[in-house]
């Protein structure tokens, strides 16, 4: 790649990561706000891939794409079941 394509790249991914983060921030409802933090965890693996840092990259997916919303659905639905 070309290092004006890389930085246009970069700079996209960034610019969604800001996007991915404000949408996380205002969802209503937790569920919403798991989902989103999800979604927002595979934004930031792209961007840890673009910016070269591949072990970055798959402990973020594996955290915060894949251990993390399982454990906060588990326990919204437990504190729900307390109630």
Known sequence: MTPG???ALQVTILVLAAAGATVVVRATGRVRQVLALSLYGVVLS???LA???PDVTLSEMVVGAVVLPPILLLTIA???GQR
């Open 51 to 53: 910016v070269q840092a």
């Open 78 to 80: 437990k504190v729900r």
């Open 46 to 48: 792209v961007l840890f």
């Open 5 to 7: 394509l890389t930085d």
